[in-house]
T-cell receptor
Framework: GEKVEQHESTLSVREGDSAVINCTYT??????FPWYKQEAGKSLHFVID?????DRKQSQRLIVLLDKKAKRFSLHITATQPEDSAIYFC????????????FGSGTQLTVMP | NAGVIQTPRHKVTGKGQEATLWCEPI?????VFWYRQTIVQGLEFLTY????????DSGMPKERFSAQMPNQSHSTLKIQSTQPQDSAVYLC?????????????FGEGTRLSVL
């Protein structure tokens, strides 16, 4: 079955710098890759997604890159702010069949003022 | 739009008791998912309904766990004879139909503590 590995368990950046979180997946059938943010004591909040028909998507300060050959995708947060501090989860799903999301283990991002 | 509503927010049960968790998906969403989150295991898929029909329950423990979706406005996850290892945050999510590839939106979860 699909496995999603999230490479950074923790990441600290200075306010205003960029943060990059990397994930890899194993199933070539995966075609949908959402990202979620989880603040302390709260649930998962959807932030951005990318489908396999594109290799880049941007929403304001968030950029997602997808490299299907390497089975790798990444979240770039530009001009980080303290409120970006949270745990970020990547996920992958196949477009056929069950479409269950397989999650990475999460990255604790800390943005230092 | 109230989002996905899960009740109760917290539930404490004694070992061997039954726990029923409730989820009200976002109106108009035809896909409903249940996940479980623990520190050790992370986010685990449990089961998935589409248009109220069970599609995939491959993540459900074979014994003691069951899920239903009797109508489009709610789903339940029932755990019989709860054990301490069932302690977790149980998350319900809903999304538009699969073909739209819309990200599931999560509720606030039910924190289950089995003493």
């Amino acid at each position: 079955g699909e496995k999603v590995e999230q490479h950074e368990s923790t990441l600290s950046v200075r306010e205003g710098d960029s943060a990059v979180i990397n994930c890899t997946y194993t199933d070539t059938a995966s075609s949908y890759f959402p990202w979620y943010k989880q603040e302390a004591g709260k649930s998962l909040h959807f932030v951005i997604d990318i489908r396999s028909n594109v290799d880049r998507k941007q929403s304001q300060r968030l950029i997602v890159l997808l490299d299907k050959k390497a089975k790798r995708f990444s979240l770039h947060i530009t001009a980080t702010q303290p409120e970006d501090s949270a745990i970020y989860f990547c996920a992958a799903a196949a477009s056929s069949g069950s479409w269950q999301l397989i999650f990475g283990s999460g990255t604790q991002l800390t943005v230092m003022p | 739009n109230a989002g996905v509503i899960q009740t109760p927010r917290h539930k404490v049960t004694g070992k061997g008791q039954e726990a029923t968790l409730w989820c009200e998906p976002i109106s108009g969403h035809s896909a409903v998912f249940w996940y479980r989150q623990t520190i050790v295991q992370g986010l685990e898929f449990l089961t998935y309904f589409r248009n109220q029909a069970p599609i995939d329950d491959s993540g459900m423990p074979k014994e003691r766990f069951s899920a239903q979706m009797p109508n489009q406005s709610h789903s339940t996850l029932k755990i019989q004879s709860t054990q301490p290892q069932d302690s977790a945050v149980y998350l319900c999510a809903s999304s538009l139909a699969q073909g739209d590839n819309q990200a599931p939106l999560f509720g606030e979860g039910t924190r289950l503590s089995v003493l």
